[in-house]
């Protein structure tokens, strides 16, 4: 059974710190690229950062960038991301998705995990 669950969100101060993780399992993580989305309330869910399969590629929104971080760990199945310098616009539900592309395409969306970034 395929699953992706995300762990790490909560409440934190404006400039504080997270770090998401992404537990992925039934399906080969190693191949796929993984990306971290969100969505706040009354808004469209956007792309916050993704990573590829073996991890030698990175992108980020505008936004986040020189602040957030994306990384895998392959040997562990997981996904990270480094939340650092915190505002109150990034206050959202955060998801993780799985994307394997080629001729049978598949995402796998994980349930999200709220962050909440206020005083």
């Known amino acids: 059974q395929v699953q992706l669950v995300e762990s790490g969100g909560g409440l934190v101060q404006p400039g504080g710190s997270l770090r998401l993780s992404c537990a992925a399992s039934g399906f080969t993580f190693s191949s796929y690229a993984m990306t971290w989305y969100r969505q706040a309330p009354g808004k469209e869910r956007e792309l916050v950062a993704s990573i590829s399969s073996a991890g030698t590629s990175t992108n980020y929104a505008e936004s986040v960038k020189g602040r957030f971080t994306i990384s895998r760990d392959n040997a562990k199945n997981t996904a990270y991301l480094q939340m650092n310098s915190l505002k109150p616009e990034d206050t959202a539900v955060y998801y993780c998705?799985?994307?394997?592309?080629?001729?049978?395409?598949?995402?796998?969306w994980g349930q999200g995990t709220q962050v909440t970034v206020s005083s």
């Open positions: 998705k799985a994307h394997r592309g080629g001729l049978v395409p598949r995402d796998y």
